[in-house]
């Protein structure tokens, strides 16, 4: 185990000391301020008593350090009372301010303040045998912008908003100015909690007080504008912030960018990112796909291919997500020659695809019917080493089904488990699905069969359209079977369902047959299935 840089400081400091160096005061501060630093306060008081036994009393610094990090608070009374008896106004305050500190570092919120408001009124009421103390050895202590910076940073980490932004109102009643670090941390504090019009009031208390906002300031109240998809807002703000020379964090634009295409604002989204190109910043790359992804969804692909052309010619490098957003939106639209056409385009970029780009390009093979060319395509992604996936092998499965090569599906089915690839429920529902589609339910039973021993329940379409060739095969018994398995789990299709006709004309074919008539008015007359009574029946 690699030794730590205070573990290798301390032996160093050991070493000094064998070799006739003394050891002066301003090394045992670095030492225990580090290791006060990592957390390493038992560690800390052990150089603490070291160093008394040589002799070299501890300074103001020292103790403050120790009195923040400690873990105890009869440890932090302890180190109080080693402070010298002569110490100034300036160290009382440093003093003071580490008993803050540790307070707030032990969450004990609750005595920081009461500490705070005690020592503003010099008048204590606590039953707290140790508030008493600290307040008489701290009645002399005017608390300055530190004290009160201690107190409103742990109010603000534990949520304490309300009560953080009464002890900032007070801090001028007492004369003590606010610094830049407070306002900030307010702001941000505030915009986190969705309190804009809060935070604009205490910007506006911040100018008038002479500070100006950071880049800090103003992303927070950005960050606030981005997640309300305050768009107007926002780019006012981009306004601001570039008369200030502040760049905009772009996690926030990216976000907004994000949530107006999820809800359908794609078209603001492009504005919004026009906007922020025209007051002469650039979004990152995620953005941009973010937005292409909403205009392929609003089916606008050409708009999508000229906003990919256009970051290019200004400077931007595609990823790979931005070319899979593209070759997404060409295969969804039948387009699918022009996808592959980008996908080596994206080759020679120095792109390396991954597997959900092949799985986009087999996808819109099967889709466009061409399912040779999706075999292919899986040819090349193993010949590429791109490890095919479950999503790969079910959609090439269903595309053989659907164009009607039952026999090539079965011989994926078994590919894919060679590879170690097992089926999962979709898996198993695109093969039952196509195979029945082929007329061929015996051997959809067969994964039907599976799915059930492996606990996997179908859709009700798959059930529908295993009754339905069943039927067309005559097995009507093996029909009934399924379908009274329907209606034990209550997944028999209502009139508003598309497979209702279908499974409203199996049951009809079923009572009919001798043998599975009379289930079938068993069910009926049970009500099991609600949507067809009795007199529907043919007699």
Request: proline letters at 4%; hydrophobic letters at 40%.
């Amino acid at each position: 185990m690699l030794e730590s840089r205070e573990d290798m400081a301390i032996k160093l400091l050991e070493k000094m000391k064998k070799l006739g160096f003394p050891p002066d005061i301003s090394i045992y501060d670095v030492l225990i301020g580090g290791l006060c630093k990592k957390g390493s306060f038992e560690k800390a008081m052990t150089l603490f008593w070291k160093m008394k036994l040589l002799g070299i009393m501890p300074d103001i610094e020292i103790l403050a350090k120790l009195i923040a990090s400690s873990s105890e608070e009869r440890a932090m009374i302890m180190l109080l009372e080693e402070r010298p008896k002569d110490v100034n106004d300036e160290g009382m305050i440093l003093l003071y301010n580490s008993v803050l500190t540790y307070f707030v570092n032990v969450g004990s919120l609750d005595k920081a303040c009461y500490l705070l408001g005690v020592t503003v009124e010099s008048e204590s009421h606590s039953d707290d045998i140790h508030i008493c103390e600290l307040h008489q050895t701290f009645k002399s202590v005017v608390p300055n912008t530190a004290s009160f910076g201690i107190v409103i940073d742990g109010l603000l980490k534990m949520g304490k908003l309300d009560v953080a932004l009464s002890m900032f109102e007070d801090m001028i009643q007492l004369g003590c100015k606010r610094n830049q670090l407070l306002y900030n941390n307010l702001i941000d504090a505030l915009c986190k909690s969705d309190k804009l019009e809060e935070s604009y009031k205490i910007l506006r208390d911040m100018k008038q007080s002479g500070l100006q906002p950071t880049h800090f300031t103003h992303n927070s109240i950005f960050g606030c504008l981005c997640r309300r998809e305050d768009i107007v807002g926002a780019t006012e703000l981009l306004r601001e912030m570039r008369g200030h020379g502040h760049e905009p964090w772009i996690k926030h634009s990216t976000f907004l960018v994000k949530q107006l295409c999820k809800n359908g604002r794609v078209n603001e989204a492009c504005n919004f990112l026009g906007n922020m190109v025209r007051e002469g910043f650039l979004p990152d790359i995620v953005a941009y796909s973010a937005a292409m992804d909403g205009l392929v969804k609003i089916h606008e692909v050409d708009r999508a291919f000229e906003m990919f052309q256009d970051i290019c010619t200004h400077g931007y490098q595609p990823d790979v997500v931005a070319y899979n957003v593209l070759i997404n939106g060409l295969c969804k639209s039948g387009r699918v020659n022009e996808a592959e056409d980008f996908l080596n385009k994206m080759i020679v970029a120095g792109l390396v695809p991954t597997v959900v780009t092949y799985n986009l390009l087999i996808d819109g093979w099967c889709k466009s019917g061409d399912i040779d060319q999706a075999i292919r395509c899986l040819s090349r992604m193993n010949g590429e080493n791109r490890e095919p996936t479950i999503i790969t092998y079910t959609t090439l499965i269903d595309g053989c089904c659907n164009s009607g090569r039952p026999d090539d599906a079965e011989i994926l089915w078994n590919e894919m488990q060679q590879k170690g690839c097992f089926p999962n429920r979709i898996a198993y529902m695109a093969i039952v699905h196509g195979l029945c589609k082929c007329g061929r339910p015996d051997e959809a039973l067969v994964y039907y069969h599976r799915m059930e021993e492996k606990e996997m329940k179908p859709d009700s379409y798959v059930s529908v359209a295993l009754i339905d060739a069943l039927v067309s095969k005559q097995n009507f018994p093996m029909a009934l079977n399924i379908l009274e398995t329907m209606v034990e789990t209550g997944k028999v299709p209502d009139p508003a369902d598309k497979n209702y006709v279908t499974i409203r004309d199996a049951i009809f074919k079923l009572s009919e047959d001798e043998r599975t008539g009379s289930g079938v008015r068993s069910l009926i007359e049970k009500g099991s299935i609600p949507t067809i009574s009795i007199s529907d029946l043919k007699s």
